[in-house]
């Protein structure tokens, strides 16, 4: 059995349905950030398993060369950056909800209510 | 069967059942320290998937970002909050939480067993392909501007974290409680 994208993109669905299921299921603040996290890191599986995977380049000649463009790799970067600065302000975001209400539920964030 | 390939099976296996024992550990612990580490096994099993996909490059960002900062920020967070970063459970509303869940699951489930039949041509690993001069090549290169992009919005999510996360209106310490003067800050 030799390993495929296939089944690469299976694990990172199963990956992504859990963290989107922690994120749905779970009240704790903490646990949800977390389970971004998880998202986050099953698409960029994704991308640098579909990165793998690409097709070789053809040249106008017809010969295959060997450059293969790092795109996936490239949006994983910046994924990754992005996913940093979320927990940045996410985790702040949680000390000055706990510093209002003294607790991480979700539920308890009903301040824009009217 | 040629022993790469069985190197290669028994990597992906090892890492691919560590990544969802861990995931599942990260939104099933009832302690947030535990989702924590749970979060970082997961972390680290990711790292050694990137490097059975040669993406040696971001295997380094993802240990040293992911392990480095983000896991150790929750961890900070998890010791500032004490006893309180434990939500009390409640039944409430577990129904409709527990069939969204469900759903989810059933979702991704159903989603791999339509992917995992993709059987692309896989190309001889080019040299230099998910190295660090190669990506950085590309990364200083045509990605030059999103890249200095990037940089603006990590100052920009500095500045953020640091305006929302320090004491209300900088009038309240948030050690004792009490209302302080400006020079504590």
Known sequence: ?114 | MPPASIQQLAAFSFFAALAVVSALATVMMRNPIRNAVGLFVHVLSLAGLYVSLSAHFLTAVQLIVYVGAVVVLFVFVIMLLGPASEAPSDTAGRLPRGIGAAAMIAAGVFLARVVIDLRPERVANPPGFGTIETVGRELFGPAMIPFEMASVLLTAAIVGAFAVARSHHGKVSMSTGEPSDGSSR
Request: aromatic share 10%; proline share 2%.
């Open chain 1, 1 to 114: 059995m030799i390993i495929h994208l296939g089944h690469y993109l299976a694990l990172s669905c199963v990956l992504f349905s859990i963290g989107a299921a922690g994120f749905l299921f779970r009240r704790n603040v903490l646990i949800s950030l977390m389970s971004i996290e998880l998202m986050m890191n099953a698409v960029n599986l994704t991308f640098i398993a579909a990165n793998r995977w690409q097709p070789l380049v053809t040249s106008a000649d017809g010969t295959a060369t060997a450059a293969i463009p790092h795109h996936g790799h490239l949006f994983t970067f910046f994924v990754i950056a992005v996913a940093a600065a979320e927990a940045a302000v996410g985790l702040a975001i949680v000390l000055a909800f706990y510093r209002l209400r003294k607790t991480v539920r979700t539920d308890a964030a009903d301040m824009l209510r009217g």
